[in-house]
């Protein structure tokens, strides 16, 4: 699992890939939040574009950014979903703490 951080000005990005499971959600957690403390943005997004797997540690990813995020008056948006990742995230509750986006269809 790799999760790659970029910020701009109040935005910070980070762009998860890979499997999001209880070993490699620690790595991820630490690697956003050190991001959250040292850039203090107002908006943060988790893009999950690249993620192959997911289990409930990816809900809890998202549930202790929010936590973070709010300590600072910031938002949230979760995107680049799967349909099914969405439905899960929206059945957790994630849908009232941030908003989530699916993957858009690239086809014309």
């Given at each position: 699992?790799?999760a790659?951080?970029?910020?701009c000005?109040?935005?910070?990005?980070?762009?998860?890939?890979?499997?999001?499971?209880?070993?490699?959600?620690?790595?991820?957690r630490?690697?956003?939040?050190?991001?959250?403390?040292?850039?203090?943005?107002?908006?943060?997004?988790?893009?999950?574009?690249?993620?192959s797997?997911?289990?409930?540690?990816g809900?809890?990813?998202?549930?202790?950014?929010?936590?973070?995020?709010?300590?600072?008056k910031?938002?949230?948006?979760?995107?680049?979903?799967?349909?099914?990742?969405?439905?899960?995230?929206?059945?957790?509750?994630?849908?009232?703490?941030?908003?989530?986006?699916?993957?858009?269809n690239?086809?014309?």
């Amino acid at each position: 699992m790799n999760a790659e951080i970029q910020s701009c000005g109040e935005l910070v990005i980070a762009y998860l890939s890979g499997e999001i499971d209880h070993h490699s959600a620690k790595e991820i957690r630490d690697k956003i939040d050190n991001a959250i403390s040292v850039k203090k943005p107002r908006h943060l997004i988790l893009d999950y574009k690249n993620v192959s797997f997911m289990d409930s540690s990816g809900i809890g990813l998202v549930m202790g950014r929010y936590r973070i995020m709010s300590s600072y008056k910031g938002t949230m948006e979760v995107r680049n979903v799967s349909p099914h990742t969405k439905k899960l995230f929206e059945l957790a509750g994630i849908g009232s703490i941030a908003i989530i986006k699916e993957v858009k269809n690239e086809h014309n």
